[in-house]
């Protein structure tokens, strides 16, 4: 925040100001709260009062509207009691009626009949049309003024309450000066202000002691830290025996001081110490050169002996790599050959696989037509078997006309005779006869022609049956025999579909052998690379432990001349 580098004295300050001023603001608003209320109890008091009033005109009503008084009668005993009627410091009650007429006025008798409607107060206000306008548009209400005081040059403010009597049109009022009340505040205001003064000289004065002591104490640890950290341990801070924060702080600054007084004799103690390891370091530094000659001679002898070994190991595998890398490349063409005729042979099953499910989808094909000509065999043969039940209807029906002609033919008959026997009378009769007869005689061989084309037709509608059904039955072993064929093609999709997988998988095998064989040789590539690094990493460890043995037998000179 802003204030954090701010002097210890300035933030003291801030507190003091910002607290006096709290102080100022809450008692003026006790103050402002102290008026107000002083106000409102004398408003209440009035209104009370006004209201008390009233009641014992209401009561004068009640007696004129009941018939014990005459309303003249009540009215003058209303105004008699509120004339004798006093309160506080010799107040008094009024009334006037809604056309600012006076009807009685205790202290100024003289006013009584007049109307008052241009009286006015100091500030312009009509004091008696203000009271009628407040009774006739609310009943009742506050009406402040200024009105002459006994003892005052000037008006002094009052604070009036009226209140109607509606059935009179009266209006009884009251008020009461609140020249005390100001009294009283400026009283109490002069009181606050004293106080507040008196306070604000003992809070300025605990301030100023405490905040010096404070200061001055803050000052002399400051100055103290600032000693020990130049270096004198001399420095003694002040307050180390109080009980508050200021003697927490010196008594911490005394341990800063006793840690910095152990630290001086630390560092001597250091001092001493670092003098004679430095002795012992250089007798131990001779006899670890001893050591160390000793040791590093042996081990460079063994690095040069096994950098020779690692050469020879290392031109050995760079010969074997060699020979891999050959043999890997031959092996890689291998491959890559059964590679290729494995994926002619894969072409080639899937171009078998392809032909068997064109033939599995003819065979399917015929199948459905095989189907399709029973099921139209079998409508045929119904149709056939209809045509033959309906010859056979129409055979019992030219029957039935054969019988028919044949009775007719013998009532012809019997007609021709009984026209014989009727003689001349009889003639015509007799040619209708003859002529009934030759017609059923017709009838007769119409329906024998007709019954033996049934008969043929019959005859012929049994042998369409029979060729009918079989048809059926040679449509229904076509289909069998297409159902084996359909099944074998299958069977033969599913050996070619093994096949084609099989052949796919020896082409994906040759694929991961030729990837394999790939990494073999790179395997092989770089174990020569290897091999050929190893060799020069052992050259240039032969040239380094020469350079190590060199190095330190200067170290180790140099070391014993130290």
Known sequence: MFIDNWRFRAKILLILGVSLFGMVVLIGL????????????????????????????????????????????????????????????????WVNDLNSVVIMHPIKPELNGKNLSNLKDGNGKALFVEFARTVRE???????????????????????????????????GSGIYVDDVDAAFKAELVNQGAGVVVI?????????????????SMANITGTMHKLADGDTGAMPKGVDRKDEIGEMARSVMVFRDNAIAMNKMREEQETERRQAELERRSTLVRLADELE????????????????????????????????????????????????????????????????????????????????????????????????????????????????????????????????????????????????????????????????????????????????????????????????????EEQGAATNEIARSVAEAAAGAQEVGRHIGTVAEAASQTGTSAREVQSAADHLADDSHALTDGLNRFLSEVRKM
């Open 30 to 93: 006790s103050l402002i709260n102290l008026r107000s209320e002083m106000m409102e109890a004398r408003r209440l008091k009035t209104q009370h009062i006004v209201e008390t009033a009233s009641a014992l005109v209401r009561h004068y009503v009640e007696l004129s509207n009941a018939g014990s008084m005459m309303e003249d009668d009540a009215k003058q005993a209303a105004k008699d009691a509120l004339q004798s009627l006093r309160y506080g410091d010799n107040e008094y009650f």
């Open 138 to 172: 609310h009943k009742a209400g506050f009406v402040d003024y200024l009105w002459p005081k006994p003892g005052h040059e000037d008006p002094v403010k009052k604070i009036s309450y009226v209140q109607g009597v509606e059935a009179w049109g009266w209006v009884v």
């Open 200 to 216: 604000v000289a003992i809070v300025l004065l605990i301030s100023y002691m405490v905040g010096t002591g404070m200061v001055g």
């Open 294 to 489: 000793a040791g590093v001679s042996s081990t460079a002898q063994a690095v040069n002996a096994a950098a020779a070994q690692m050469r020879a190991t290392a031109s050995s595998m760079t010969q074997t790599a060699d020979h891999t890398s050959a043999e890997t490349a031959m092996v890689a063409s291998a491959v890559e050959q059964t590679s290729a005729n494995v994926e002619t042979v894969a072409a080639a099953a899937e171009e078998l696989n392809a032909s068997i499910g064109e033939i599995t989808r003819q065979v399917a094909q015929s199948t459905t037509i095989a189907q399709d000509a029973v099921e139209a065999a079998e409508r045929t043969d119904n149709v056939v078997r209809g045509l033959s039940e309906a010859a056979s209807r129409i055979g019992e029906v030219v029957g039935l006309i054969n019988t028919i002609a044949a009775q007719t033919n013998l009532l012809a008959l019997n007609a021709t005779i009984e026209a014989a026997r009727a003689g001349e009378a009889g003639k015509g009769f007799a040619v209708v006869a003859n002529e009934v007869k030759h017609l059923a005689n017709q009838t007769a061989k119409a329906t024998d022609e007709i019954t033996s084309q049934i008969g043929a037709i019959q005859g012929t509608t049994g042998q369409v049956v029979d060729a009918i059904g079989d048809i059926g039955r040679t449509i229904n072993r076509m289909n069998e025999i297409a159902g084996s064929i359909a099944a074998a093609v």
